[in-house]
């Protein structure tokens, strides 16, 4: 069983274009998360969500929007897709919000590219 | 603000060599410090983590301890296999907004193991 889950795990696009990015994990964590890695595999995290509420909206364009119908989902929908925003996309996810031991748990990532 | 610097790869070295990847830290308070790898076209797996100074996490034969004297976490390895090629990133937790914690990662580095 998969315990984080990202689909598509490719796409390919172009510039104008809206997309979205499903995320679901089956571990009961009631936290979520979505990083962006670039090129140089730099990692940075974007949003996160625990329990349905967005908790980390970090400095990210307004055309990214994360959704969370339920703890177990995170999803990503991105319009006017720009160059700028191929990159490798992780959601991850954790037992909950505080506490300073907590790992998280990632996706095996969607590789987006924009053409 | 919390940051995390890692030692510039790619890291090349041969079978059975000794491994060391450094990595220091800038944080207020008392961050948890962790070790993720990246196996190629994966995402990220927790390698090992520590909660407070002086502790050491280990996994699969590899070993960091949390040095608050000198904010540094370099990761070890006694003997490294072809197995172990991937990504090192070393990440610290940072509480946001004292109401839930982010990762924040190092640059990564590269490690290629050669036969």
């Known amino acids: 069983d998969t315990a984080v889950s990202q689909t598509p795990k490719y796409l390919v696009t172009q510039m104008g274009n809206d997309k979205s990015i499903k995320c679901e994990q089956n571990?009961?964590?009631?936290?979520m998360y979505w990083y962006k890695q670039d090129s140089k595999k730099f990692l940075k995290i974007m949003f996160s969500?625990?329990?349905?509420?967005?908790?980390i909206n970090e400095t990210v364009p307004n055309r990214f929007s994360p959704k969370s119908p339920d703890k177990a989902h995170l999803n990503l929908h991105i319009n006017s897709l720009e160059l700028g925003d191929s990159a490798v996309y992780f959601c991850a996810s954790s037992p909950r919000a505080t506490g300073v031991s907590y790992e998280q748990y990632f996706g095996p990532g969607t590789r987006l590219t924009v053409t | 603000g919390n940051s995390v610097t890692q030692m510039e790869g790619p890291v090349t070295l041969s079978e059975e060599a000794f491994l060391t990847i450094n990595c220091t830290y800038t944080a207020t308070g008392y961050p948890s410090l962790f070790w993720y790898v990246q196996y190629p076209g994966e995402g990220l797996q927790l390698l090992l983590k520590a909660t407070k100074a002086d502790d050491k996490g280990s996994n699969k034969g590899f070993e960091a301890t949390y040095r608050k004297e000198t904010t540094s976490f370099h990761l070890e390895k006694g003997s490294v296999q072809v197995s172990d090629s991937a990504v090192y990133f070393c990440?610290?937790?940072?509480?946001?907004?004292?109401?839930?914690?982010?990762?924040?990662f190092g640059t990564g580095t590269l490690l290629a193991v050669q036969p």
């Open positions: 969500y625990n329990n349905k509420e967005l908790i």
């Open positions: 571990l009961g964590h009631d936290t």
């Open positions: 990440a610290l937790s940072d509480p946001y907004g004292g109401a839930t914690n982010k990762l924040i």
